[in-house]
């Protein structure tokens, strides 16, 4: 998984974490927001910068925060052993900001992917909501957190819900869908989803034979 590393600039050294067995998702309580944001919202905390160990946007880029194997400051008392992953958006009812009420397929994806690839490094580990630990509404009440949790625990089909459309899972056409998926010849709709059984526009049909012709190289 691809990880971009961001340049910050540090108020404080880190502490190294010693133990890691909970791995702690947030929302950014913002519906546009970008890890350097998080960065200076924590440093006007009078923090050593951004809490979180990962950013993850609503288009499933991930970004870098602290190091990993330091002591983060995304959940109080519990930063000497968990790592913290915060998703841009605000996943919460309000009046005061505007709410996302679903999470993008790529943002998701991303995060299970990334919880997946932590695991590796530290087996065992939970994945958690921050209100899991805190009284508090984060990660919020539109957060996936149990479609994530389960996509991470059903190790087995984590590339499924990488790669695929979510609903041609099962489908008689899954393995070309897939296939002309990974060479970006087709694509999903807004939502991540293929609708394998509705029917194709005229437009639909020139765009895919020109994305076609262009994989192969016709001028
Ligand atoms: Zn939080």
């Not at 309000?94 to 299970?112: A, E, F, H, L």
């Not at 490094?121 to 996936?144: K, M, N």
């Not at 939502?191 to 437009?203: E, K, L, S, V, Y």
Request: with cysteine.
């Amino acid at each position: 998984m691809e990880i971009i590393e961001v340049q910050y600039n540090w108020a404080n050294g880190f502490i190294p974490r010693a133990t890691t067995d909970a791995i702690v998702l947030h929302h950014a309580e913002s519906p546009r927001c970008t890890a350097q944001d998080v960065h200076r919202w924590h440093l006007d905390n009078g923090w050593a910068g951004i809490g979180y160990h990962y950013f993850v946007a609503k288009d499933g880029t991930v970004y870098r925060g602290r190091p990993r194997d330091v002591v983060g400051a995304h959940v109080e008392n519990h930063n000497w052993h968990t790592i913290g992953i915060c998703a841009e958006g605000n996943y919460h009812p309000s009046d005061r900001i505007p709410v996302d009420t679903q999470m993008p397929v790529v943002q998701k994806n991303s995060i299970v992917g990334l919880c997946h690839e932590l695991l590796t490094v530290y087996s065992g580990a939970q994945i958690l909501g921050h209100r899991d630990l805190l009284a508090t509404a984060c990660p919020g009440e539109y957060f996936p957190l149990v479609e994530i949790q389960q996509a991470v625990r059903n190790g087995q089909n984590i590339q499924e819900v990488l790669s695929m459309f979510p609903d041609t899972n099962g489908h008689w056409a899954a393995q070309d869908i897939e296939w002309l998926r990974q060479k970006g010849i087709i694509k999903g709709d807004e939502q991540g989803n293929f609708r394998p059984d509705q029917p194709i526009t005229r437009a639909e049909v020139v765009s895919l034979l020109a994305r076609t012709l262009r994989t192969l190289g016709v001028q």
